[in-house]
């Protein structure tokens, strides 16, 4: 019974730190068990020997971060060895990650039982035991309006349990991310620092936003049409009036902007000095380029509002318009007189 139930803890517990120790792996070692299959066993266990000694030298040295990644990398290949497990252990230990520690010395007490070495076992279930009230735990508390919804709780990636749901999850120190999402509902995530030789940490998750609605089509017309006959040949009017207007706006605004060019120049002369002159002259500058700028542009306006009203197109239409707007869509098209036909349309989303 007791042997069950440490099973399932450990399992429960590696899970929960798979994320944080799968970031300080180096990406040189196998990351999957597909590429260690692809070695012969005899090969797999070389490997893991090898990766183990590299262990057991970088713990000597004090490097205790390098060593934990090489003995992961070593039980990744082999898998069945006991003095890896507790070497994994101690090291996690050295690195203040509790937690991996307390998970590894559990997984090593239920392996030494099944081969019978009771020795091993109830070393690990001390150290085990020595280390457990020193892991950080994570408290995550579920609204009820949230746990309504069918909300749906991760932690660094991995679903948790409703079973886990307010109790103390072992965690090792490092930023967490705790994730809330539900169906129809807008997801609530939070980040939360665990620091080392802290008591852990208590995340509320409120109850969860629901997703805004899309806009209710239901109410627009079926069909709207739009009276090309109308525009024609209105169109042109408006388009000549408006140029003659520039026009006109142009031709007027030009002789006041030459007059007061001059002026400038006149009050130039009257200054004493030099500079003052010179200011007073490139003013007087600007206003005449602006001037002769506004008269081209007259000019211009001029030519092209004669243009529209003495050319008129061949066809009788020279611009048909037609389009639409209702509930499921709208179009527009617009068909000039050389034969050019340029058209829009929108289908009605549901993201409105």
């Given at each position: ?29 196998p990351p999957t068990s597909g590429e260690a299959d692809s070695l012969s066993r005899e090969e797999r266990l070389a490997l893991a020997e090898q990766l183990y ?300």
């Open positions: 019974m007791n042997r069950r139930r440490t099973i399932t803890v450990v399992s429960a517990l590696l899970f929960l730190i798979n994320s944080a120790t799968a970031q300080e792996e180096p990406s040189g070692d000694r590299q262990g057991r030298e970088q713990m000597d040295a004090g490097r205790y971060v390098q060593a934990c990644e090489s003995f992961a990398a070593s039980l990744r290949y082999d898998s069945g060895t006991g003095g890896t497990l507790w070497h994994l252990a101690r090291c996690r230990e050295r690195t203040g990650d509790f937690a991996s520690a307390w998970a590894r010395y559990s997984e090593l007490q239920g392996f030494a039982q099944g081969l019978g070495e009771r020795d091993k076992a109830q070393a690990a279930l001390e150290r085990a035991q020595a280390i457990e009230s020193r892991i950080p735990r994570l408290t995550i508390q579920v609204s009820r309006s949230a746990s309504n919804a069918g909300v749906q709780i991760s932690h660094n990636g991995g679903v948790l349990d409703a079973a886990a749901w307010g109790s103390g999850l072992p965690v090792d120190p490092g930023t967490h991310l705790v994730l809330a999402s539900a169906p129809n509902h807008l997801d609530y995530r939070q980040h939360i620092l665990i620091r080392r030789d802290s008591e852990g940490a208590t995340i509320e998750i409120p109850p969860l936003t629901p997703e805004p609605s899309p806009p209710d089509t239901s109410s627009l017309p079926e069909e709207v049409t739009l009276d090309a006959d109308a525009l024609d040949p209105w169109y042109r009017y408006t388009i000549g009036w408006s140029l003659a207007g520039a026009a006109l706006t142009c031709f007027l605004t030009t002789p006041f902007l030459f007059e007061h060019g001059s002026t400038l120049d006149t009050d130039a002369s009257s200054e004493r000095d030099f500079e003052a002159q010179e200011r007073v002259r490139q003013q007087a500058r600007r206003y005449r380029a602006a001037g002769f700028g506004l008269l081209a542009g007259g000019f211009a306006f001029s030519i092209s509002s004669a243009l529209t009203f003495l050319f008129r197109p061949e066809s009788e239409k020279p611009l048909e318009i037609d389009g639409g707007v209702g509930a499921t869509g709208a179009h527009l098209s617009a068909t000039f007189s050389w034969g050019r036909t340029t058209s829009l349309s929108s289908e009605k989303s549901e993201h409105l």
